[in-house]
């Protein structure tokens, strides 16, 4: 059974970064379609940052040019560069695969951006 374990979250002044890492671990386990989510409080979770099928970094619109996606093979996590922090980045990061395809979710990590 596949883990995700997500880590790097915390309180943090606009303008600022922070560095998500999203630990994969069971059997068999791989990065492939790995991605980060975000959720607002009553708001649906909302696939941020991700790779394409060809390995390109795609982002959705707010985050673009400020997020930032990578994977480690070494320690078999895919981390989030947050660069550049606005408040309204404030939210509970996830990590998973697709809507097709979850994982069981992870338990998140808070970040929160003052202003």
């Known amino acids: 059974q596949v883990q995700l374990v997500e880590s790097g979250g915390g309180l943090v002044q606009a303008g600022g970064s922070l560095r998500l890492s999203c630990e994969v671990s069971?059997?068999?386990?791989?990065?492939?379609?790995i991605g980060w989510y975000r959720q607002i409080p009553q708001r649906s979770r909302e696939l941020v940052a991700r790779?394409?099928?060809?390995?390109?970094?795609i982002f959705v619109d707010d985050v673009r040019g400020r997020f930032a996606i990578f994977k480690d093979n070494t320690k078999n996590s895919v981390d989030l560069q947050m660069d550049n922090l606005k408040p309204e980045d404030t939210a509970v990061y996830f990590c998973n695969r697709d809507s097709s395809r979850l994982y069981a979710w992870g338990r998140g990590t808070q970040v929160t951006v003052s202003s």
């Open positions: 790779f394409s099928i060809l390995g390109d970094p």
């Open positions: 069971g059997s068999m386990t791989s990065l492939e379609g």
